[in-house]
């Protein structure tokens, strides 16, 4: 297998192959890990029982979702990685703003993940976490330097893997013993249960700056409904069911959260050590998936400053800084993951959604799909350097949302006034849609006008 040659310019039609079915296995193995768990676990943490939990899970996950298979969408259609195309929305330098927030995402998760996994490698091998880490960091740089061919056929052999392993699991976790009253509808925590619906819907959108990355090879005739569906089922059911068994196993086993898989494997007694193999598997697998998405962000970064061919060396060069960046940021980064990641993913939470509202609402409302790829990579083109509208609504967006805040680093007026509901999601997800589809529906449609009167005067000087 050769090491992918192509990595944010358009993949042109000759070079297309796959299926809208091959979605369904990329995202149902992402959320087949023990950090999917830990966040199943975090309601529970919150003070939620588990009737409650799992429907803020359900309701969680079907919401973020949508907006996550959405972008997906784009991805046949544009045939180029998502963030860059955020720039027909912020401008060519402007779509710097969330890309430079999107790497941080993707350092995060892989810090969360190595530190997860290099907990598990811990409890099986002799060597030190800061060894663990290292390993990790050196094997998903290997299969993200190979990308996205390699990317979907390791993937489809783990979901099938993790689908039998875990479905004995499900079996074994349902025959702990768990006090009744935690099934029962009733002393529900509404700020709680507001905070669990928005971690839920935060893990979805966390896919969303990379989802189009993973079916933009896919024909450009790929019908939309089923890259849409493939791409949410899968998801939908891989995350549901991972975060539900976290959520379980928290209430079932006394401080699962100290060693999650530890805890997790010894529930296969002598067969523990398939379990410990598939949960690095996993962790290294999500891993991959944070590499090949902050390589395309970073060189989305620089491109317009420097022209530059991505080879297969200047591929590997970016891959290993990266590589090394996050590496050492999970060594720092080790203890206390708990608190950590639950920061994390609030903090995450307050750019992704902002964001993915403005992207969508211009893809599927203003342009209905239609875009010059060409003129994305065109510093002089019809998206410019910089959309101020985008940028303005982005940045207003997010210290409009600083008064729903809930997270143990700060807590809003808004939010205390209703108890401890985090509803800054909200707030994030309409008003920058508004913010700018007004304004920026004022401009495409004054562009045309200028464009028609230009073609005009040229038909009338041909004429002359």
């Not at 891989?238 to 699962?256: E, H, K, Q, R, Y």
Request: glycine letters at 6%; proline letters at 5%.
């Amino acid at each position: 297998m050769k090491v992918e040659t192509r990595s944010i310019e358009y993949i042109p039609a000759n070079e297309r192959h796959g299926k809208a079915k091959d979605l369904f296995p990329i995202w149902f193995g992402a959320n087949m890990n023990i950090t999917t768990l830990v966040s199943g676990s975090l309601p529970i943490m919150l003070g939620l029982n588990l009737f409650w939990s799992v429907v803020a899970i359900v309701i969680g996950s079907l919401i973020g979702a949508i907006f996550m298979a959405s972008h997906s969408v784009q991805g046949p259609k544009l045939g180029i990685p998502q963030m860059i195309q955020s720039r027909a929305q912020f401008g060519v330098i402007g779509a710097i703003i969330p890309l430079f927030l999107v790497m941080f995402i993707y350092l995060g998760f892989f810090a969360s993940n190595t530190l997860l996994a290099a907990q598990t490698i811990g409890d099986i091998l002799p060597i030190s976490q800061t060894w663990n880490i290292i390993i990790i960091g050196a094997i998903c740089f290997v299969v993200a330097l190979y990308g996205y061919d390699l990317i979907h056929k390791v993937q489809k052999w783990f979901s099938a893997a993790s689908l039998l392993i875990f479905l004995i699991m499900t079996y074994i976790v349902f025959q702990l013993p768990v006090p009744q009253e935690q099934w029962l509808p009733t002393n529900i925590d509404v700020s709680a249960f507001f905070l669990a619906v928005s971690i839920a819907v935060t893990w979805q959108l966390s896919y969303a700056p990379y989802v189009a990355d993973y079916s933009r090879y896919l024909p450009v005739d790929t019908p939309p409904k089923k890259t849409f569906w493939y791409s949410y089922s899968g998801t939908v059911i891989g995350a549901v069911w991972m975060m539900i068994l976290g959520a379980v196993l928290t209430v079932a086993i006394p401080n699962f959260m100290d060693n999650t898989g530890s805890n997790l494997a010894s529930l296969y007694g002598s067969f523990a050590i398939i379990m410990y193999v598939l949960i690095v598997f996993g962790q290294l697998a999500i891993n991959v998936f944070n590499l090949y998405g902050a390589f395309m962000s970073s060189v989305t970064t620089i491109e317009p400053f420097a022209k530059f061919k991505v080879t297969p060396k200047v591929r590997m060069g970016f891959l290993l800084c990266i590589t090394f960046l996050a590496t050492i940021l999970c060594i720092m980064g080790q203890g206390n993951f708990l608190e950590f990641f639950l920061n994390f993913i609030f903090f995450m939470s307050y750019f992704l959604i902002p964001w993915t509202s403005i992207n969508l609402v211009d893809y599927y409302l203003l342009r209905r799909g239609e875009y010059n790829v060409k003129d994305i990579f065109d510093l002089n083109g019809q998206y410019g350097k910089v959309n101020w509208i985008a940028s303005f609504a982005f940045v207003v967006s997010i210290i409009a949302e600083i008064p729903f805040i809930n997270a143990s680093f700060y807590v809003g007026p808004v939010a205390k006034a209703l108890n401890g509901a985090d509803l800054a999601w909200a707030a994030g997800l309409f008003l920058p849609a508004i913010l700018y589809y007004f304004p920026m529906k004022r401009k495409i449609r004054n562009t045309i006008i200028e464009s028609d009167f230009h073609q005009l005067d040229v038909k009338k000087v041909e004429k002359l």
